[in-house]
């Protein structure tokens, strides 16, 4: 239900721009621009750990492919039944360009197969991940800017002056086409812009861990699982306020249910690795 109102967020007319017969997309854009970010500040706390500069772009190699990997194997586990139904066609979990990235599957099996890569060059992993945290969490937060330009992952309608317009947008031929489509001016709804809420968030972790870690030289891994507690917690409470279809399991949407358990993790693992001997490069 429209209400009019003084002040609202509007959302971008398009996502993707065609140059010629190739598509490019905002939010592909926005998460090669999280990942330059992230890799640039990780090489630079990397390196006053004394680490190399090389071994933080062996690892970008290895992370970012088994990222996207990570990421949609996490979607399409989360919410299966959008793939696999009586009307579903399975090749579509294929389809990484229709949109599903799962930010947690992303992480963690990047950071398993970095941790391979530095197992084999015997490196220890704790430096690295210490240094990559805020780097990583910052990417995050550039990432969710992509869902900005697809109209998607918002919260419930409300008429806040933040509130974020969605538009009706329509293919070359006329038809409803919500991620590739151009805006038709019409407002759908104003909701809750959950993406800004853990945009900001993220940028807030980011800042956090940089203070934690200059106040406390943190290390052993610590850093990292303040970045997984510190992230989780957000995303627990954003989880709340969204209205996108997601699977319930426990009449809990599942990020919810993993966010709580990733807190948990985070906050367990900070404290144990406390009582470890310190960890160098």
């Known amino acids: 239900?429209?209400?009019?109102?003084?002040?609202?967020?509007?959302?971008?007319?398009?996502?993707?721009?065609?140059?010629?017969?190739?598509?490019i997309r905002a939010y592909a854009l926005c998460i090669i621009v999280g990942i330059f970010v992230a890799v640039w500040l990780t090489r630079r706390r990397y390196v006053a750990r004394g680490g190399s500069a090389d071994v933080v772009m062996d690892a970008a190699m290895v992370a970012v492919p088994a990222g996207i990997i990570g990421g949609r194997l996490y979607h399409?586990?989360?919410?299966?039944?959008?793939?696999?139904?009586?009307?579903?066609?399975p090749v579509d979990?294929?389809?990484?360009?229709?949109?599903?990235?799962g930010i947690m599957g992303a992480v963690a099996l990047g950071v398993a197969a970095v941790a391979v890569m530095m197992r084999i060059k015997g490196l220890k992993l704790a430096p690295l991940a210490d240094a990559a945290a805020p780097g990583i969490v910052l990417a995050q937060g550039i990432g969710?800017?992509?869902?900005?330009?697809?109209?998607?992952?918002?919260?419930?309608?409300?008429?806040?002056?933040?509130?974020?317009?969605?538009?009706?947008?329509?293919?070359?031929?006329?038809?409803?086409?919500?991620?590739?489509?151009?805006?038709?001016?019409?407002?759908?709804?104003?909701v809750h812009p959950t993406f800004l809420y853990e945009l900001l968030w993220n940028v807030g972790v980011c800042l956090f861990l940089l203070w934690a870690d200059r106040k406390f030289?943190?290390?052993?891994?610590?850093?990292?699982a303040l970045y997984v507690a510190s992230y989780a917690l957000g995303r627990f409470?954003?989880?709340?306020?969204?209205?996108?279809a997601a699977t319930i399991v426990l009449g809990l949407r599942i990020n919810t249910i993993t966010s709580a358990a990733l807190l948990l993790g985070g906050i367990v693992a900070f404290f144990l690795m406390k009582r470890q001997r310190e960890t160098k490069v």
């Open 144 to 190: 969710r800017l992509g869902n900005w330009f697809n109209q998607e992952l918002y919260g419930r309608e409300t008429t806040v002056p933040w509130a974020l317009e969605i538009y009706y947008r329509v293919d070359a031929d006329g038809k409803f086409a919500p991620l590739t489509g151009y805006s038709t001016g019409e407002v759908m709804a104003t």
């Open 237 to 244: 409470f954003i989880e709340f306020m969204r209205t996108d």
């Open 217 to 224: 030289e943190l290390s052993n891994g610590r850093v990292f």
């Open 93 to 101: 979990a294929l389809k990484i360009t229709n949109g599903g990235l």
């Open 1 to 23: 239900m429209m209400v009019d109102q003084l002040a609202a967020i509007p959302s971008p007319p398009q996502g993707v721009w065609y140059l010629g017969p190739i598509p």
């Open 76 to 89: 399409v586990a989360t919410d299966y039944d959008k793939y696999f139904c009586a009307t579903c066609n």
